[in-house]
């Protein structure tokens, strides 16, 4: 539905300005010729119906080999509830939840396996001493998640870490928010006066929305702790 849509667009929205942000990144980490590869879901094909298994053409494989950098939009493991279902009746554990620690062990090591695979099809080139950075985007919180023979886990990184364009969008509404509350402040307008309606104007946003950043306090508690924060 429209919900729906709206969602999709704005994840679209914040992965396009998130990849430029990688690269430029990926710039200072290593210099200024290095490059990013971007794999999203689209580029994959998968082996099992309604299984994200990545694979990739020969024909486009080599593409890849001199990247120094890959980011690869999409989970790469199967649906979280479908592996779920299959973890409860392969091992005899019909109470077992997503939270529950085995099942995210047992994830989290099919995740890795298929992370190996994807990766080996890539062909990308290693010389002696290179490191190849990987990005998953995701929102599957993969910390602690250690790929087999290697060394290094997965660590997680918020989006806006990167660049705030790319942050949720009730993160991006808040900040805007914040933003005019402190733009009215500058401006001289007494605090009393930094309404929800003036802020909401100045920020785009809807007095509803506006309001609702305040979540248990009061507006004007809300403004107080924007402009002399603890």
Not at 78 to 104: G, I
Request: with cysteine.
């Amino acid at each position: 539905g429209p919900m729906g849509a709206s969602r999709g667009a704005d994840k679209q929205r914040r992965l396009e300005t998130l990849l430029p942000a990688l690269q430029e990144w990926v710039i200072d980490r290593f210099d200024p010729t290095a490059h990013l590869g971007v794999l999203e879901k689209s580029h994959f094909r998968s082996r099992e119906a309604g299984h994200g298994v990545w694979f990739v053409d020969n024909q486009g494989s080599n593409a890849y080999q001199h990247d120094r950098a890959l980011a690869m939009v999409g989970c790469p493991a199967p649906n979280l509830t479908a592996s779920l279902a299959q973890f409860q009746v392969t091992h005899n554990d019909p109470h077992a939840s997503l939270q529950s620690t085995a099942f995210r062990n047992w994830y989290g090591q099919r995740m890795g396996e298929q992370l190996i695979q994807g990766i080996h099809r890539l062909r990308p080139v290693r010389r002696h001493g290179e490191t190849l950075l990987l990005f998953l985007i995701t929102s599957i919180d993969l910390s602690g998640l250690r790929l087999k023979g290697g060394a290094s886990t997965f660590k997680q990184i918020a989006s806006s870490y990167f660049t705030p364009a790319a942050a949720p969008k009730a993160e991006r509404t808040r900040q805007s928010l914040i933003n005019a509350i402190k733009a009215l402040h500058l401006e001289g307008i007494p605090l009393e006066s930094i309404t929800t309606r003036r802020v909401a104007e100045l920020a785009g946003v809807g007095r509803n929305t506006a309001h609702r950043q305040a979540t248990e306090q009061d507006w004007g508690t809300f403004v107080e702790s924007v402009i002399f924060p603890f």
